[in-house]
């Protein structure tokens, strides 16, 4: 007899942007802006504590299920002395998670129930409208505007009814950079103190702020730290994207609900790997040099991009900048995109990808966390690229 026809749960979801656009740059021999990964490694210090612990006896079975506890420590202390709050406790607040990808698809299938509806901020990370969805919620989306892309909390208010579970912020903010200050989250506390709304905070960019700005952390803000759950990167702190390690602060009863996702999800995340984060997390030294790090290179990559025909928009926090192209070209960004990976040998991604339904306003996105000689060599591409237009 034969099988009936699959049913998809995500009918309208194609292959993500971000594997289309790498899988062309390949096929191109293309400069690859379009992935959010960097094209160096990692400290020297990690990855031969990594080389370390891969041949010390027994750290190559599971690790506990929340995490070893001497990495979750050191996540409580640096916590604690970075945004001079109280310590989360690392036995009933911290979970080491399989990248903050794995710790937000548990998040939302830990408190998301059918018909629940969840606040989404776009453009958004690809993921978040997908994730609501597989567990039966609702994605209710507010836009942020260029060329700020901040958010309008009116427009977040009159989204609010009595059916939103959650909102999800994104901080410093993927594709635009855009950052929340004090007041934002003050203004979001008054919004949902009335109400039982959770918090789900993408944080995985915190130490990339820049201009003498900080990162402001929803555990800053007690009001919304006791509903909140807060994701970190190490693959984003570390430059080390493919080791796929994250965690999650949370309130204990908001942690162990997603604990009981977890366990069942992921189970443990890879041991040698918490033990090598372990041994270079006590020193601050490196995440403390991350902002003048990538200000270094947001700076170069805009001096390189004055010539070239695109207009850059303001950059704040993380390691993309959003440009308009609309000197260039008057086709749609996706189109445009695939236009300069093919002619031009540069990979971007179009901006209409972070929106649930296309929304072409003549933007792209390039990550500019490169070396200096790729950045370059990718400004002169686009430098030729651009004569042939104008």
């Known amino acids: 007899m034969p099988l009936p026809p699959l049913v998809s749960k995500l009918p309208d979801v194609g292959t993500s942007i971000f594997t289309v656009m790498t899988q062309l740059a390949q096929e191109c021999g293309a400069i690859n802006l379009a992935q959010g990964f960097p094209d160096y490694d990692p400290p020297q210090a990690l990855t031969e504590a990594l080389a370390r612990h891969a041949q010390t006896n027994g750290h190559q079975q599971y690790a506990p299920m929340p995490g070893l506890l001497r990495l979750r420590e050191l996540i409580s202390e640096k916590t604690a002395q970075h945004y001079h709050v109280p310590a989360p406790d690392p036995v009933t607040e911290i979970t080491v998670t399989s990248g903050a990808t794995e710790a937000l698809y548990a998040v939302l299938a830990a408190v998301v129930r059918p018909g629940d509806e969840v606040i989404v901020l776009?453009?958004?990370?690809?993921?978040?409208?997908?994730?609501?969805?597989?567990?039966?919620g609702i994605p209710v989306y507010v836009s942020l505007r260029a060329p700020t892309f901040r958010p309008d909390w009116n427009e977040v208010a009159a989204a609010l009814s009595p059916s939103t579970r959650l909102i999800m912020l994104n901080s410093p903010h993927n594709p635009t950079g855009a950052v929340l200050t004090p007041a934002d989250l003050a203004q979001l506390a008054e919004l949902l103190r009335p109400t039982p709304t959770l918090v789900l905070s993408d944080e995985v960019y915190e130490h990339m702020v820049y201009d003498g700005q900080q990162?402001?952390?929803?555990?800053?803000?007690?009001?919304?730290?006791e509903r909140a759950f807060v994701l970190s990167s190490f693959g984003k702190t570390y430059h080390?994207?493919?080791?796929?390690?994250?965690?999650?602060?949370?309130?204990?009863?908001?942690?162990?609900?997603?604990?009981?996702?977890?366990?069942?999800?992921?189970?443990?995340v890879s041991t040698p790997t918490q033990h090598a984060l372990a041994d270079v997390l006590g020193d601050a030294t490196?995440?403390?040099?991350?902002?003048?790090?990538?200000?270094?290179?947001?700076?170069?990559?805009a001096d390189l991009m004055r010539s070239t025909g695109f207009d850059l928009l303001p950059t704040p926090g993380a390691y993309?900048?959003?440009?308009?192209?609309?000197?260039?070209?008057?086709?749609?960004?996706?189109?445009?995109?695939?236009?300069?990976t093919r002619e031009a040998g540069v990979a971007v991604v179009p901006v209409s990808a972070f929106y649930h339904h296309t929304q072409n306003q003549g933007l792209v996105r390039f990550c500019f966390a490169k070396r200096e000689e790729t950045l370059l060599s990718a400004a002169e591409r686009l430098q030729r690229f651009g004569d042939t237009l104008q």
């Open 122 to 136: 776009e453009p958004a990370y690809d993921l978040y409208g997908p994730a609501i969805r597989l567990q039966g």
């Open 215 to 225: 990162h402001h952390s929803v555990l800053q803000q007690p009001e919304l730290a």
């Open 240 to 268: 080390a994207t493919g080791w796929k390690v994250g965690y999650c602060i949370a309130p204990p009863a908001l942690t162990a609900e997603l604990r009981r996702i977890h366990q069942f999800l992921t189970f443990s």
């Open 286 to 301: 490196h995440y403390q040099t991350l902002p003048a790090f990538y200000q270094h290179k947001r700076d170069l990559f």
């Open 320 to 340: 993309f900048q959003v440009a308009r192209y609309d000197r260039l070209s008057s086709a749609d960004d996706y189109t445009f995109a695939q236009r300069l």
